[in-house]
C-alpha cells in the first residue's frame, strides 16, 4: 500500500478503440416508465439539454428521460432539493409540474446498470456519475456512436436504485410511445405522499 495516497482517483472516458469493443446489447421488454414535466406542456421531449447526464452536444439522437415509477421521477427532478440541506421544494415549481406514465416498445438498450457492460466499456460507475457532466455526456456520445445501434441507455438513479431510461430519438420511435398524463403533482396521490414521506416544504 503506497505511504502516499493520491487524493480521488481517475475518472475514465471512452478510450479510443471504443467503437470497435464488443458492448453487450440488452433487450428492455415493452413496459410502462414514468416522466415528470411541466404542467400544459407534452410528456414526450427530446433534448440536449447541457443539464441532463447523457446528453452531449453532439450526439447524434436527442435523448427523452424517464424513471421505473414515480417516486423514480419524482427524485431525478427534486432529489438535489431534499438532500440540499432545507428539504425545501419550489411550491410554484411543484404545483405546475404533472406526471405522465409512457409505455415504451421492446428496444435494444445499452445497460450501464449491469456489470458485464460496465467492464466491456471499460467503465467505472464513479465516472458514469461524475459531477462534472461533461464525463457521462462523454460516455452517451460513444454509447449513440457505436456500431451496435443501441435505442437507450439504461442507468441507476444517483438517488434510488432504481431504473432510469434515457431514450434516443431514433428508429421512428415517437409514433410507438403511448403516453397517458396521469395528473397534476398535487393532485396526485403518489407524489403528494412522496413529498410527505420525505418532509419537504413547499416554499
Known amino acids: 500500500m503506497s505511504s502516499d495516497p493520491q487524493p480521488g482517483r481517475t475518472l475514465l472516458l471512452p478510450a479510443a478503440d471504443f467503437d470497435r469493443l464488443g458492448i453487450p446489447v440488452t433487450r428492455q421488454p415493452r413496459r410502462s416508465w414514468f416522466r415528470v414535466h411541466s404542467s400544459g406542456r407534452s410528456a414526450v421531449f427530446f433534448g440536449r439539454l447541457p443539464h441532463h447526464r447523457f446528453s452531449h452536444p453532439d450526439c447524434p439522437y436527442a435523448l427523452l428521460y424517464v424513471g421505473a415509477t414515480i417516486q423514480t421521477s419524482l427524485w431525478e427532478v427534486f432529489g438535489d432539493d431534499i438532500l440540499g440541506g432545507k428539504c425545501v421544494i419550489s411550491e410554484g415549481r411543484w404545483r405546475g409540474s404533472s406526471v405522465s406514465r409512457m409505455t415504451v416498445p421492446e428496444i435494444q438498450v445499452c445497460a450501464l446498470n449491469n456489470a458485464r457492460t460496465r467492464e466491456a466499456m471499460r467503465v467505472d460507475k464513479a465516472s458514469l456519475?461524475?459531477?462534472?457532466?461533461?464525463?457521462?455526456?462523454?460516455?452517451?456520445?460513444?454509447?449513440?456512436?457505436?456500431?451496435?445501434?443501441?435505442?437507450?441507455?439504461?442507468?441507476?438513479?444517483?438517488?434510488?436504485?432504481?431504473?432510469?431510461?434515457?431514450?434516443?430519438?431514433?428508429?421512428?420511435?415517437?409514433?410507438?410511445?403511448?403516453?397517458?398524463?396521469?395528473?397534476?403533482?398535487?393532485?396526485?396521490?403518489?407524489?403528494?405522499?412522496?413529498?410527505?414521506?420525505?418532509?419537504?416544504?413547499?416554499?
Do not use: N
Not at 403518489?190 to 416544504?201: I, N
Open 129 to 203: 456519475m461524475a459531477s462534472d457532466l461533461a464525463m457521462p455526456q462523454a460516455w452517451g456520445l460513444a454509447v449513440q456512436r457505436h456500431p451496435a445501434g443501441f435505442q437507450a441507455i439504461k442507468y441507476s438513479s444517483r438517488f434510488v436504485d432504481q431504473a432510469c431510461l434515457a431514450l434516443f430519438d431514433r428508429d421512428a420511435i415517437l409514433p410507438q410511445l403511448k403516453v397517458t398524463h396521469l395528473g397534476s403533482l398535487s393532485d396526485l396521490e403518489t407524489a403528494m405522499d412522496w413529498l410527505h414521506e420525505r418532509k419537504a416544504a413547499l416554499v
